[in-house]
């Protein structure tokens, strides 16, 4: 009885053990569904989910002002298997074209052999996964349709199995150039936009969803539309590609020769106030420069001798001093209430008599500070209206975000002392970002009318205008006429006799102000350490009709330090780059009215060609039988009378020519062969770096130099 009892008992506690064992691989399990394996089953979900499926819209384009792309949303994929879907019929025809398939794979993924191909889909199938990623990384458009060519793969997915999942990815075609402005989307798209232009417009760019569902039709799934989704608009910036290139050249090759830290430069359209290049440069720990954060909108910085010329407007405009009037700055150096005033060139003994006008030549501290100290010492808030009347302190409420708010100190607020004034009056104690400065110096250009800077032009869906952004008149008269001719008339002379020489050009004249300021270490003061600089130049050119205005503003580390030979030299070089672009001559007096104007056509789509020149009324000649529907490649010269259209014959697996190609063709053309494309330069295609008829290896880089 006692043996039976223990049989009974030792059964029982297997019979628990069992249950517990199980419990326990149950709960296992539930935790490897719930946490490792949760995104492949959501995955899974995904594709059979039946009600409100939310369609995501294509996100707006970002075009700069002179039509080119800036930012623009593309599809990447990742591609996947389910081994069950099509059952035995699908799995034999898989068996049966694996070479073929691992074969078209490896031409299309070059960096995997068909072996590695081969064994990952056998282990594919052998699991039975009904969502196999059949390769690890996102893959083009290009990729993703010549992988659906091949067997099995281009059957729909119930019976074949092939399932791609689709991603928005931003893409900008000019990589760095001016994306601190137009900004960033979170990695997850979902999220939204990080800063710049793509946050400030979100709303317009994202468009809206739509909304789906899956009902069944004769024994099939099909995706019904509820509400479709609307695509964002596209965003016309007043961004000048080319202009942007010149600028970002022009600065990155001085603050690579001076080792500086920072530097911005910012040039805009007088009369409308359009940003046509943005430049945010910071060296990184590489040695290299980087546009890390927007820094002409952002830096708090002291302007120093740029806002010398505000102080001189402020006593010119109250009629406390005029042009000729003269100052004895002495031997440089002048004590202004305990504190030395010291002018740059005070080791060499100063100056001595200046007249307004040569202070501003010549920067003279010494002469701005005793002039405002003379006039409003005893009144120090009639020279901080004076600024006030300019909208030197107000906020430019710009259209992205994270601009800084000028810090102008009046005589009521903390730590104004007697010293506070005449340092204010050479650019101290005063924080004023770059984009307000040009904005003042863009003000005296522009007549007087002080306009707010935009960097957004409008808003389009297709080729309607949703939305315009006109130019916003912050103060119509920053000052009376005779002030403003005058000091138009000193900033000319600072630059055609003073210490800008370097900023102004043999072509025409140019108007501005130097800038070297010593950057203030905070708490530390100017004296802690090594003292690094601020150098600038701010000015306008033509100074007769001014058009365009420009801030050059540079931190470097230590001396030498000049405003005029470092900043005044890219400002320019920025000058004379963009004049020269934007030199418009009349074409009316150099063509004969009675000739047939041919133009010069880039190389490309034949059809394409022959329907732009028959819309411009231009002859054109083909040289062979043009089929509608197919796409036809040639190139292209100009006869006397006419444009002759030449075919290019392109063979399968070998590289094209494109030159003499647009880099849209170009790039069009090589990708649909498998090629990554590399651009350099702008206008026609001059070089390519693999040879025409070459034999193609997908994946590869071929790089393309283009120049007008």
Sequence with gaps: MAVNKK????????????????????????????????????????????ENVTVKPNRGNIISADGKLMASSLPEYRIYMDFKAGGEEKDSMLVNHMDEICEGLHRIFPDKSAAEFKAHLKKGRRSGSRNYLIYPKRISYIQYKEAKRLPVFKLNKYKGGFIELAYNQRKKPFGSLATRT?????????????????LAFDTILKGRDGVTHRQKVMNKYLNIVDIPPVDGCDIITTIDVDMQDICEKALVDKLKEINATVGVAVLMEVATGEVKAIVNMTKGNDGEYYEIRNNAISDMMEPGSTFKTASIMVA???????????VDTGNGVMMMHGRPMKDHNWHRGGYQYLTVTQILMVSSNVGVSSIIDKYYGSNPGKFVDG??????????????????????RGPKQRYFS???????????????????????????????????????????????????????????????????????????????EGLAKPAGSKQFSVSGKTGTAQVSQGAAGYKSGRVNYLVSFCGYFPSEAPKYSCIVSIQKPGLPASGGLMAGSVFGKIAERVYAKDLRLNLTHAIDTNSVVIPDVKAGEIHQTKRVLDELKIQSQTQFPLKEGKETW?????????????????????????IGMGAKDAVYLLESKGLKVSLTGVGKVKSQSIANGTLVRKGQTIRLVLDN
């Design 418 to 496: 007697k010293t506070t004034l005449p340092w204010m009056s050479i650019g101290y104690e005063t924080q004023v970002p770059p984009m307000n400065i040009l904005t003042f110096y863009n003000a005296i250009a522009n007549n007087g009318v002080m306009v707010r800077p935009k960097f957004v032009r409008a808003a389009m869906r297709g080729s309607e205008v949703v939305q315009e952004y006109p130019t916003e008149v912050i103060n119509p008269k920053i000052c009376s006429d005779r002030t403003l001719s005058q000091i138009r008339e000193i900033l000319r002379k600072v630059v055609s």
């Design 316 to 326: 010119l405009e109250d009629g406390k001093i005029s042009p000729d009037d003269g």
């Design 634 to 658: 040639g190139s292209t010269h100009a006869a006397p009378k006419a444009v002759i259209l030449e075919s290019r014959e392109l063979k399968r697996d070998y590289v094209p020519s494109v």
């Design 182 to 198: 137009l900004g960033d989307l979170y990695a997850d798209t979902a999220q939204g936009a990080k800063n710049g232009i793509e």
């Design 7 to 50: 049989n009974i008992m030792t059964r029982y506690f297997f019979v628990i053990l069992l249950l517990g064992l199980v419990g326990v691989a149950i709960v296992v399990k539930a935790g490897i569904t719930m946490f490792a394996e949760r995104q492949y089953w959501m995955d899974v979900a995904d594709r059979f989910i039946k």
């Design 387 to 408: 600024l006030k009347r300019m909208s030197l302190d107000q906020p430019l409420h710009l259209q992205i975000a994270g601009e800084g708010a000028p810090n102008i």
